[in-house]
C-alpha cells in the first residue's frame, strides 16, 4: 500500500516535470523570438521613434493618423 502511494507521487512529480520542461521549452522560444524581433525593429522604433516616423512617413503615408502623431 505504502509502495504504491510512493510510486503514484513520483508519476505526479514526473508530470510535473514533463509540464514545467513544455513550459520552459515555450518561453525560451517565445523569448528568442522577441529578441530576434528587436533586434531587427526594435531599436530605431523604441530607441527614436520620430527618426522611425520620419524615414517611413513620406508622401501619402504622412497623411494617416499614426504619421500625425509623430509631428
Do not use: I, K
Not at 514526473?14 to 518561453?27: C, G, S, T, V, W
Not at 525560451?28 to 531587427?40: C, G, K, S
Not at 520620430?50 to 524615414?55: D, G, V
Request: net charge negative; charged share 35%.
Amino acid at each position: 500500500m505504502h509502495q504504491d502511494r510512493v510510486d503514484a507521487y513520483n508519476d505526479d512529480v514526473d508530470d510535473l516535470q514533463d509540464e514545467l520542461d513544455d513550459y520552459n521549452r515555450d518561453a525560451a522560444d517565445h523569448d528568442a523570438r522577441d529578441d530576434a524581433w528587436r533586434a531587427r525593429c526594435g531599436g530605431v522604433l523604441f530607441d527614436n521613434p520620430r527618426e522611425w516616423a520620419r524615414q517611413y512617413c513620406v508622401g501619402n503615408a504622412a497623411s494617416t493618423s499614426f504619421c500625425e502623431a509623430f509631428d
